[in-house]
C-alpha cells in the first residue's frame, strides 16, 4: 500500500499556513505500520491538481488529497476530481440537510454557495462530515483510491479517523497495528533505551516495535504490533513494567498532558497548587491554566522575577538572597515553603535560574535551575544544568517543576 | 523563474518533524514576487531523490533541496548528486580548515566521518555554511539550477539569506523586491483595508501591493514593490501615514515582537512593570520574560486565579467582588492599582475574563475579557469580548493587553 499526499493551496506554497496536515496524516499512518512514500503540495490551479493525479495514480495505491473544498471561487478540487474522472455533480440530499441544519444551528444565513456544497461528484462515495460543510470524497480506479477531504485541520482529522482509515484498511486488506504510547518527563533517549533493553529485546521476538519520540523535556515511547490479544497482552505487561520501572520519569498515556496528569492527581487529593517562579516567569502558571476547569485545583502564582518582589512578597530572607544568590537551594526552599503559605495551597512550585543567553557565572552558568516542591509535609529542592537556549531552558523547567509536583504528590 | 523545493526526509514523511523549511522557503520567495509552484517531500532513498530530480529538472528552472548532508549513513544527498551530475567527491581544503575550527573550538573531537563533510562535488559551486558542518551545494545544469542544503533550519536560512538568494536573483536577473511590513494589534483585516483603502489604491496604481496576514489577535501587513528609490519612499511615506492613522494599532516593523516593544519603551522610560493575571493565568508575564533581558523592566506578577488570593494577596475590596462579581470593571480596576504598589511598579497589567470553554453565563459569556491598566498618573479598565476557544482568547487577551499598555505608555 504505497500512500501519497497531495496538499493544494497557494496558502502552503508561500508559507503562509505550515502544512500540518501532512505531518498528522504522516503520523496516523505511521502508527498503522504504514508510510507516506511521497507527499506534494501545489498550487490551486486545474492544471496543478491533474498533473500531480497523474503522477500520484501512477506510482501510488492511496492518494490523499486535502484542501480546496471550501465554498468559494478558488475552491476548485471537487470540479476538478469529477472531471478528472468523469462524472457529475448532483446533489446530495442528505448532506443538504445537514449543511442546512449547521446554518440553522448557528443562525446563520445559507447562501446558494453553501447549498452548492451538498453539489458531490455522482460516481464518488461520500465522507459525511460531521463538524464541517465540507463532504470528503472517495473515489476507485484501477484498484486505487482517490480520497479527497477538506483542508481545515480538525475536518480532514474528523474525516479520516471516523471513517477514511477504516475504510482504507478494509478496502487493503491491511492487518491494523496496535498501538500504544507511553510518555516520560526527565529521560533521555539513549538512558531509556538503556534501562528498557531486556524489554526491548524481548519484545522485538515478538515483532513488537518501540519507537522513541523526544521532544524538549519529553520523550514519547510507541509500542506497536500487529493486532491481536497476545500482542495488546505482551504491550500492557511491558508496559506494566515500565510503570514499576520508571515510576519517576513514566507520567501516564498519550491521551494526557503533563499537566493533565497532575490536575487529576490534585482534583483526587482534593489538593490545591500554587507557583512562586522566577526563572520560568509565569510558564508553570501557564500550562496550569492551559486546561480547561483548571480553577478546580489552581489558586494562583507570584512571579517574583526580581529580588525585591522575592523578599517584599515572598518574604525570602535578605541574609540568603545575599548569602546564597538568588539561584540557590535555600532561596528556592523558602520560595516553596513561603509561597504555600502565602497562596494558601497544599502544593507549591518554586523555580529559580538562569534562563540565558547570557547572566551566567563561572558558578552558576546559564542552564543552571533550582526547583523547590513545599508540600503537606515536606519541602525539597532539586538541581538542574540544562542548556543555553532561553526557550528551551524554561520549557525544560516547566515540566521538570510539574513531574517533581507528580513524583511529590504521588510520593515517588 | 518556476522554483521547486525538495524536501529529504523520512522524519517528514512520518510526520515526526513539520516541514516548517518549505513554508520559510515559500515566504521568503513570495517576499521576492516569486511563487513556489511545487514542493515534495520524499524518502531519503537514492530513487526518490533521483525520481523527484528527474520531474522537478524537467518542470522547473529552480530546485532547492533540503536535507540529507549530515555526517551519518542515511545522509545521502550529496553522494546522490555527485552521481546525478556525474562528478566526483574531493576534498575542500577550505571547508576543511573551517570544519576543523568548528570542532575545535567546541573542544570536541573531530572523526572521519566529519573529515568526510569537507568532501564535496567537484562540479558543484560551495557555499559556504558558517553555522554548521555541512555545506551548500550549487550545479547547474542546462540553464537550471539545483541547490542542495542542510535541513537544520538554521543553516538552511543562513545560506539562503546570506549567499543562496542573492545568487538566485543575479543569475535569473530577476528584478528584487523592495518590502516592508508592519504589524497591527487589535484591527481585523476587514477593517483594516476599509481603513486604507486610499492609500491602497494610490499604491496599486504605482504596482505597489498589499498582503495581509493575519494570526490570533495580530496583523501584519506587507508592502512590496519592485526596487527603485521611487518605490522605497513611496512605502515610507505610506507606512508614515499609516502610523499617524493606526497609532493605537500599529506597533512596529517587523523585526521586533510586541513584548519586545514594549520592553524597549520601558528601558527607554526607565520604567518597571508588572502584572496581576486572572484568566491569562500568567501568559502575560511569560510573554514579557521570553525577551532576553526582560529583568531590567519586567519586576514579577501576582496570578491571582482564585477569589481568595484576589482578596488576600491583591487585596481586592470584599465587596466588589461580591456585587460585580470577579469579571468586571471594578475588580481589574483594583487589581491593576493595587498590583501597582503590591509589585512596585510603574505600569501594571490586569486581566479578568471568562476564558472558556465553560463558565460562560448570560451577563457573561466565554470569551468576555476585562483588562485594566495602571500607570504613573492614571488607571483604566477595557472591555473585550473574544470567541469561544480557550487557547486563542487566552492568547488575544495577552496581545491586546501588552498593546493597551504600549498605548498607555505612549498616551495615545
Known sequence: MRVELISIGDELLIGQTVNTNASW???????QGISVDNSVTIKDTENAIISALDVAIY?????ILTG???PTKDDITKKVLAGYFSTELVINEEVLTRVRGFFEARGKEMLDINIQ????PKSAIILHNEVGTASGMWFQQDEKVILSLPGVPYEMKHLLSTQGFDMLMKKFRVQKLYNRTVQFQGIGESYLADKISDIEDSLAKKN??????????MLRLRFSGKFSDEVENDISKSIDELYKRLSKHLFGGEKKSLSEVV????????????????CTGGAIAKELVQVPGSSRYFEGSI??????LKRNIVEVKKIALEKYGAVSE???LQMAKNGQKKLNVNYCIATSGVAGPTGGSEDKPVGLVWIGIAGPNSVRAYRFQFGNNRGRNIQSSVLTALNLLRCHILKL
Chains 1, 2 share one sequence.
Open 117 to 120: 456544497q451538498a453539489a458531490l
Open 263 to 278: 490536575g487529576d492527581l490534585l482534583i483526587k487529593e482534593n489538593a490545591k497548587v500554587g507557583t512562586v517562579e522566577s
Open 25 to 31: 496524516i504522516g503520523s496516523q499512518f505511521s502508527k
Open 330 to 332: 535555600e532561596v528556592v
Open 68 to 70: 480546496g473544498l471550501g
Open 208 to 217: 513488537i516495535k518501540l519507537a522513541y519520540l523526544p521532544s524538549t523535556g
Open 59 to 63: 506510482r501510488s495505491d492511496v492518494i
Open 303 to 308: 512571579i517574583c522575577y526580581s529580588n525585591e
